[in-house]
């Protein structure tokens, strides 16, 4: 079913009101698109969206068999995006990823030039496929893409074409010959989605319709570059207000053990809170979400909507967490429930 989007009066010229009716129309058909591969998993579609219209990378985090390839390329191509798969490996070499330069000979001069081969990294939607299992030396030379927009080889920048976003999955369960991924690195995921079992009905729903039939259902492109950029745009533009702006800013300052908005649980369970890079993607997560549900201003519900996909992979927990089974996940829900509607912590009396 359509949202219907109240746009403020001073963005009501016609561009802006059709720009939100393509919107409204566009995410509609992109999750009746998807459904005709993807059963269940709303929330994390969900989710996909969000860092596409925020303009970010998520990073999936899943067990084998959930169909983490499936979904991205399908979200790819129901998005009219090109699409690249890199499978990371422990012989992966960042020239595999951003592309290299290779010597050409003019066979009639012999005159020799150098000549950049792009890499599987342009592109605009890139699957990194188990980025876990490569390196820090290959995992790095996604830093400056995801940041920048840009790879450096010899020297010479080369741009990257918008939109682009990295979607990164990683094998919870394996830990053998995987190299966890840096703080610096995974600071620049928007968001760390955990890609969860189907229910029963869902995947009895899966199982009828992939073993009757031999090949995946086609999906149609709903949208092109071009409105993408432009949907980002109008997600910058929806207003925050000052009170829903502070309470975003509170609820990070409160992972941060050393700040006095931190509760009791932070100062026992976490040893690294999360950046101000968290406050701003949180934010902007709410103002994406604020859109999709129909509305042009976020309220704090957006916030807390979003906290878990958006400070999991930023909070560190330290050695009284693990030995106490309170997993980050836990820590941050039990941080939401001590926060008031002032959005500061609640104090007992």
């Known amino acids: 079913m359509s949202v219907e989007v109240e746009v403020p009066s001073q963005l009501q010229d016609e561009e802006t009101i059709a720009l939100v009716g393509s919107f409204r129309e566009s995410l509609d058909r992109i999750r009746v698109e998807v459904g005709k591969v993807i059963i269940g998993q709303e929330e994390v579609v969900e989710h996909l969206l969000l860092t596409l219209l925020v303009g970010g990378h998520c990073l999936i985090t899943g ?10 390329r ?4 129901a998005l009219g995006l090109t699409f690249n798969r890199i499978q ?3 012989d992966l070499m960042p020239t595999d990823v951003t592309g290299t330069d290779i010597i050409e000979e003019d066979i009639t ?16 939607v890139l699957l990194a496929d188990e980025i876990n299992r490569t390196p820090p030396k290959t995992q790095s030379a996604l830093l400056e893409a995801m940041q920048e927009f840009s790879v450096t080889v010899r020297g010479n920048h080369h741009d990257i074409e918008r939109p682009f976003f990295v979607l990164a999955t990683q094998n919870p369960i394996e830990l053998e010959g995987t190299y966890p991924l840096p703080e610096a690195q995974l600071d620049r995921f928007l968001f760390n989605v955990i890609l969860d079992y189907l229910t029963g009905d869902e995947e009895v729903a899966v199982v009828n319709r992939y073993t009757t039939r031999m090949d995946i259902p086609a999906v ?13 745009w ?17 609820l990070v300052r409160a992972t941060r053990p050393e700040d006095p908005l931190s509760t009791d649980i932070v100062r026992k369970y976490i040893q690294y809170g999360a950046s101000v890079r968290a406050t701003m993607f949180l934010t902007l997560a709410g103002k994406a979400r604020a859109l ?22 930023r909070v560190l927990t330290n050695y009284f967490a693990e ?27």
């Open 234 to 250: 109008l997600v910058r533009q929806v207003p925050v207000s000052e009170t829903v702006n502070r309470f975003a800013v509170d």
């Open 292 to 313: 999709m549900k129909g509305r042009y201003h976020v309220t704090r519900d957006d916030i807390t909507a979003l906290v878990l996909p958006v400070l999991r992979h």
């Open 323 to 349: 030995s106490d089974n309170m997993d980050v996940d836990k820590v941050l829900t039990q941080l939401l429930e001590e926060f008031d509607s002032a959005g500061l912590k609640a104090r007992a009396s």
């Open 220 to 232: 149609e492109a709903c949208t092109t570059p071009e409105q993408i950029m432009k949907f980002q």
């Open 109 to 124: 001069t012999g005159h020799r030039t150098w000549t950049f081969v792009p890499g599987p990294i342009f592109a605009n």
């Open 88 to 90: 990371f490996t422990p």
């Open 63 to 72: 067990m084998p068999g959930t169909a983490k390839t499936l979904l991205v």
């Open 74 to 77: 399908t979200l790819a191509d």
